[in-house]
């Protein structure tokens, strides 16, 4: 679980760093898809196929070949990837609205309070509920921290930009302008700068700001608020189901499938899982390059096949995560998913990222630091309290 934790932290800072580059997050997604699906495949290719073949518990190939018996816990483990992959299209938007902090821990807390509910009772009650609870209350707190260090953040860039329009949004046009005049006095002022203007700047600077703008590929300044806060939300749920669902394709609580019929061992549903989260993922994709959304260029097939810019930084994303379900997943399985969704603390770790890579949060204000601290304390404190509430599943 460990080793889950920290790639599932660092799984967005390659994605966010490319967006920030420049290049079309849809081709990033689809070399991230790619590498997804393969790390995923890993594990029913090596752990999936351990051991003899038992009634009870077949091996992958074993099991891929019983799909005329299992298929109704096939098409809930396919459910479960949709949901997923849904969820990871739109978090991608997420990160470049709202910032990889706020996003990963608002979307793991509502996760947890969602999900681990509904893991609870699947699982059979085995996780200690006079623990669990409380925990999903101090998560749920950290959502609404969370939603007011994004508005104190948001309130802080207005402010140094100076820019302040009469309805709390900032003026695109006027945006583009000063972009173009900050970059310009930048170029003149350093006859020896070799093109990479943003690394002139300080962090957190409005100088920084609008040159992160500029090169980026998603426009974020000027922007509701609660467009990028209903994207996390959103995203928030798609992954909330994903975890419960997957439980129900591997434990049967609904009873799908025929007595005698094997349950689905994790790592044939893992396939399953990952084959429909990579479908979904191509389709979505392939279908925003030609209809592109929030203000990014139109693309082709053709044009993402060619464009080889930092391509290495979205498939070791995609693999980061592959690696990161598959632990979650055995782990879940040996412990119950409830507890399996200590996952969640991966937050932590992008937040390390996030302000380490991304100078984010750098000059803000005291509002939004003490907001950011009482967020982080608050998840730090619900974390525990999940991981103190484990219970053992039972192999009868």
Not at 141 to 148: D, E, N, Q
Request: aromatic residues 12%; contains cysteine; proline residues 3%.
């Amino acid at each position: 679980m460990l080793a889950a934790l920290f790639f599932g932290g660092s799984m967005g800072p390659p994605m966010i760093y490319l967006e920030r580059k420049g290049r079309r997050p849809r081709h990033i997604y689809l070399d991230y898809s790619i590498a997804n699906f393969i790390a995923a495949v890993m594990f029913p290719l090596t752990f999936g196929q351990i051991g003899d073949s038992k009634p009870a518990m077949p091996n992958f190939f074993t099991q891929l070949s019983q799909v005329q018996d299992n298929w109704p816990s096939v098409l809930i483990a396919m459910a479960s990837g949709l949901a997923l992959s849904l969820g990871n299209v739109v978090s991608q938007y997420a990160w470049a609205f709202v910032g990889l902090s706020v996003t990963n821990i608002v979307m793991c807390s509502m996760i947890v309070v969602i999900g681990k509910t509904m893991n609870y009772f699947l699982d059979g009650r085995i996780n200690r509920a006079e623990i669990l609870f409380p925990g999903a209350a101090c998560f749920l707190i950290a959502v609404f921290l969370g939603t007011a260090v994004h508005s104190s953040n948001a309130k802080d860039k207005e402010e140094k930009l100076g820019i302040l329009a009469a309805n709390g949004e900032c003026s695109l046009a006027f945006i583009n302008v000063l972009i173009s005049l900050t970059v310009l006095a930048q170029v003149k002022n350093d006859a020896s700068m070799d093109g990479n203007v943003s690394s002139q700047a300080k962090p957190g600077s409005a100088e920084f700001i609008l040159q992160v703008e500029k090169r980026r590929s998603i426009k974020v300044i000027g922007s509701n608020r609660l467009l990028g806060l209903g994207l996390v939300f959103f995203a928030g749920l798609c992954f909330s189901v994903f975890s419960p669902t997957f439980n129900l394709a591997t434990n049967d609580q609904w009873h799908v499938l025929k007595k005698g019929v094997s349950r689905l061992v994790v790592y044939t549903a893992f396939f399953y899982f990952s084959v429909s989260g990579l479908a979904l993922g191509i389709f979505v994709n392939i279908w925003f390059l030609y209809r592109p959304v929030a203000g990014v260029p139109a693309s082709t097939i053709g044009a993402y096949l060619r464009d080889w810019n930092g391509r290495h930084w979205a498939l070791l994303a995609g693999l980061l995560c592959g690696l990161c379900n598959g632990l979650q997943f055995m782990g879940g399985q040996a412990a119950g998913l409830a507890t399996a969704d200590a996952l969640q603390a991966a937050p932590l770790v992008s937040t390390f990222w996030d302000i380490l890579l991304f100078g984010e949060y750098r000059r803000s204000s005291r509002r939004t630091y003490i907001l950011h601290t009482s967020m982080l304390t608050m998840f730090v404190i619900a974390v525990a309290v999940l991981l103190a509430s484990a219970g053992h599943r039972k192999t009868s």
